[in-house]
């Protein structure tokens, strides 16, 4: 029913994470603790009447639960949602601004903020809207969300961490930025809060990600064949196919190749369809023909080893 009516976008893990708040907020009412929601606009004695395809969930929920469903029910259950300092979409949340001057430089805040991170990192931005009202609306659930807190494994930490060994100077401003925001909400500057909030921007930006490992160094692969030019030249296509943006690719056209030539050549990797000697601060591949399965695994392994080093 509520989901329904206040049509507030669920998949299945929010859908989680909206039933821990509400049962949690269910469990208190019916405890006798009741929160001040005399901010609430909506009077749903008004619309339950008139809401017959949900008679029999109600009546179900009654029964079971001991309670009556009417106006004090949802309002408290469902508090979080219905509140003024939780937008259901955008377009309401800058509605909100015309009349509240803290609202107001709140969202301008995230405007600048994302804005600033963009340019800075040279990053799209294509859904700053969406990435606005989330952060926004988790930043007034975040001592309700589970999400926000952990009680065995702190993935907010973990998440955090991850991107700082892969993207140091991107977390760094966004950590900066993101305490600035907290101090502006008048929100503890706790590691665990300040995680959380980043959490959020990561994953409601969209392709973040993928852009950011754009920009690592690339990984420099020289394929040598003893049969003809064109045979590397194919091993260099499906390498180039399968990694994408990730490598650079060479052939190598030298008349002459011995282990002097070898321990001087700048890349990381070098693919073979022969084998190679052991060559200090290099990693080889031996493809005997055309790369397979198992030969592209063992050069996305060496690809990985050299990142982790890199990140190290």
């Known amino acids: 029913f509520f989901i329904e009516f206040t049509q507030i976008e669920v998949d299945f893990a929010y859908y989680n994470v909206f039933k821990t708040v509400s049962v949690i907020n269910l469990i208190r009412y019916k405890q006798g603790y009741c929160i001040d929601t005399s901010n609430i606009k909506t ?5 339950i009447p008139n809401l017959a395809a949900f008679q029999d969930t109600f009546h179900y929920f009654e029964q079971t639960n001991q309670v009556k469903v009417n106006n004090t029910l949802i309002q408290q259950m469902f508090t979080p949602y ?6 259901l979409n955008y377009e309401r949340l800058i509605k909100k601004t015309e009349t509240d001057p803290e609202l107001l430089a709140e969202i301008n805040f995230l405007n600048e903020m994302l804005d600033e991170l963009s340019e800075k990192h040279k990053l799209s931005l294509s859904n700053k ?74 994953i409601f930006w969209e392709n973040l990600l993928p852009e950011l490992r754009k920009k690592l160094e690339k990984i420099h692969i020289l394929v040598i064949s003893d049969r003809h030019i064109s045979h590397s030249k194919t091993i260099k296509e499906i390498i180039e196919y399968e990694f994408h943006e990730q490598i650079v690719v060479d052939v190598y056209d030298g008349i002459k190749l011995d282990s002097v030539i070898l321990k001087k050549l700048p890349y990381d990797i070098i693919v073979a369809n022969f084998p190679l000697p052991i060559l200090e601060n290099r990693r080889t591949v031996y493809v005997e023909n055309l790369p397979s399965f198992f030969d592209l695994a063992k050069i996305r392994e060496k690809v990985d080893e050299i990142i982790l080093e890199r990140m190290l």
């Open 82 to 87: 219905i509140k003024e300092s939780f937008s």
């Open 43 to 47: 009077n749903f004695d008004e619309i």
């Open 129 to 202: 809207e969406s990435v606005i009202l989330n952060v926004h609306n988790a930043a007034f659930l975040e001592y309700m969300e589970p999400r926000s807190g952990y009680i065995l494994h702190n993935h907010n930490q973990e998440f955090a961490s991850k991107i700082k060994s892969e993207f140091f100077k991107f977390y760094e401003n966004l950590y900066e930025e993101t305490k600035k925001y907290r101090q502006l909400l008048r929100k503890p500057l706790t590691d665990d809060g300040i995680n959380f909030i980043m959490y959020i921007i990561f």
